[in-house]
């Protein structure tokens, strides 16, 4: 019995992690993605009249409904593709700026150097929630005024992809900070080396040294490290949505779901399935990331 335990569990161990939470998370993404189409002409759907307010789940409602009779699984899907797409968005920024930042300071050295990372030092040491409320009041008005000067939007639909596009600055203009610490230490370490030492000898430009001959050395720990942030993203998200800070209903997010959820948990009555579907798929789809990443993290590092 026992060596049939020990065969199964090295026959676990052999399963790639990476390709575990890949495929895992190939299966929720996948869903979110695809009936984008279907969950936003539906997410707001309400069914006051048929008496469908906070039904279990069933065969009509497979993840039951809500207090305002509005089928969880548009909502949750939805919300998925919103908590996806902004933290996928976030990371996108994050990485623009971490890999801008540190590349610079990592290259020109000196003085200069030491500004550029103790700003990322300070900025370690502020509040996360209070930066990211004032980068909101900040950034927006402006976005709102640049969503109204486009046609045909209506005041709806421009103070939703405020909340996102807003929310989803705010995240990437504050998650650089640990992919510009780790581009500085690549580019310290590869500006000593002598094809750097040539390029620079041979009068190429700072710009076309990063271009030509940093980046694409850079290219691993990129990846890795902005596949390590996007799951962070998610979580900011969905940890401000909760609080109220971030997408504000009725768009749904999972953040935003689970604290209507919340709600629904008393003593009165237990309507567990709002609070569960949300919770468990931003679970599932952050441990999904996280082994991706980690696989990722151990790979690049066995290669260097």
């Known amino acids: 019995m026992s060596e049939a335990i020990t065969a199964e569990s090295q026959r676990w161990r052999r399963i790639p992690a990476g390709g575990l939470g890949g495929a895992i998370l190939l299966m929720i993404v ?8 279907w969950s936003i002409r539906h997410y707001d759907d309400q069914r006051l009249d048929e008496n469908r307010s906070l039904l279990s789940p069933s065969i009509a409602a497979p993840m039951g ?8 699984l548009p909502r949750c899907l939805l919300g998925g593709a919103i908590s996806l797409g902004i933290g996928i968005a976030s990371a996108a920024i994050a990485v623009v700026i971490g890999v801008a930042w540190g590349a610079t300071a990592g290259y020109a050295g000196g003085h200069v150097d030491a500004v550029m990372m103790r700003i990322v030092d300070v900025l370690y040491g502020l509040p996360y929630i209070l930066l990211v409320v004032l980068l909101d009041l900040a950034l927006k008005p402006w976005v709102t005024q640049r969503l109204e000067s486009l046609p045909a939007v209506n005041q709806n639909a421009v103070t939703a992809l405020a909340d996102v596009i807003t929310l989803l ?3 990437g203009g504050l998650s650089w900070l ?3 610490r780790v581009i500085r230490g690549q580019v310290l370490s590869l500006r000593t080396r002598p094809f750097i030492e040539a390029a620079r000898a041979g009068g190429a430009r700072p710009i076309r040294i990063f271009f030509h001959h940093l980046l694409p050395n850079l ?7 902005a596949t390590l942030t996007v799951p962070v993203a998610i979580l ?10 971030g997408v504000q209903l009725p768009l749904p ?5 689970a604290s209507e959820g919340m709600a629904q948990i008393h003593a009165i009555g237990q309507r567990w399935w709002l609070l569960l579907w949300p919770c468990l798929l931003l679970g ?3 441990m999904s990331l996280n082994f991706l990443g980690e696989s990722l993290r151990q790979s690049y590092q066995r290669t260097t």
């Open 30 to 37: 996948g869903p979110c993605l695809l009936t984008l189409p």
């Open 219 to 225: 290219i691993a720990p990129i990846i890795v490290y």
């Open 65 to 72: 409904t809500d207090a305002l009779a509005r089928s969880m």
């Open 236 to 245: 900011q998200e969905s940890f401000l949505s909760f609080l109220g800070i």
């Open 178 to 180: 640990t992919m510009a």
């Open 253 to 257: 997010s999972w953040g935003n779901l």
């Open 284 to 286: 599932i789809t952050l």
């Open 169 to 171: 600055l705010a995240i």
